[in-house]
């Protein structure tokens, strides 16, 4: 699977052209499924957020950007459904685009639904994720973005498909307290590679390789600033 890890969606010329090229053809020629299920996890996310996503209708460009065509796969509903019929629809998609939310509760129904056994077929398969969309590729996304508890009880873990963590949201103007001191601090408490990224920054991850697509801010919040943090708060 190739991945596009945005912060804030498709915001900008770049990402954009980083999504073209991971397809490999037209986005008008490409077709789209679209996975809200990470905003049910999240107590500040509400119905009319998933509707605004689904719709094109959310400020995160993703289902708008003039696709082929769009569906919805909701991974919570496919525990109830055999495999043979939602499969293909996965299998058929040029490219994934998965909302914010809550990406623990988005790593558990990964799993939960089966998605997570189909995703080493998917190698042409484009994932964009936006925000949780996102962090759900990561080894961890820090005490401070969890939201919801799975039932084996509080804990951080994603699906570590990528070795690096995500602050997303760097310096967003409704979300006064996503600083980069925050961020250094937030980097402090893993123990793997963390960027913090605004919402004009990306990653694309091809095969193991990885490069941030930037118009925007964006740091490696290296072992020594992690160091310097917690010798701070001591």
């Known amino acids: ?22 397809l490999g053809k037209p986005i008008a020629e490409s077709t789209a499924l679209c996975i809200p299920t990470a905003s049910y996890g999240h107590p500040s996310c509400t119905p009319n957020l998933a509707w605004r996503f689904v719709s094109g209708q959310s400020p995160a460009h993703l289902t708008d950007l003039g696709w082929k065509s769009v ?25 994934l685009l998965v909302d914010g939310g809550d990406a623990v509760y988005l790593a558990h129904w990964m799993r939960e639904s089966g998605f997570m056994e189909l995703m080493p077929s998917l190698t042409d398969t484009v994932w964009v994720g936006m ?6 590729m990561t080894p961890r996304i820090g005490d401070d ?13 994603a699906l570590g498909i ?24 937030w980097a402090a408490t893993l123990s793997g590679p963390a960027y913090a990224i605004d919402d004009q920054t990306a990653f ?12 925007g801010t964006w740091k490696l919040l290296d072992r020594t600033s992690r160091v310097e943090a917690s010798v701070a708060e001591g």
């Open 162 to 185: 990528v070795d690096f963590s995500i602050y997303p949201h760097l310096d967003h103007e409704m979300l006064p307290d996503n600083t980069m001191a925050n961020a250094v601090k």
């Open 204 to 215: 694309t991850v091809v095969d193991g390789k990885v490069d941030v697509v930037s118009e």
């Open 1 to 22: 699977m190739k991945l596009l890890l945005t912060s804030g969606g498709v915001s900008n010329p770049s990402i954009h052209d980083a999504l073209v090229e991971l």
């Open 71 to 95: 569906g919805v796969l909701e991974l919570t509903a496919l525990p109830s459904m055999d495999r043979e019929r939602w499969v293909p629809w996965v299998e058929d998609a040029d490219v």
């Open 145 to 157: 973005f969890v939201r919801w508890q799975p039932p084996s009880g509080r804990d951080d873990r």
């Open 131 to 136: 925000s949780a969309g996102s962090m759900v």
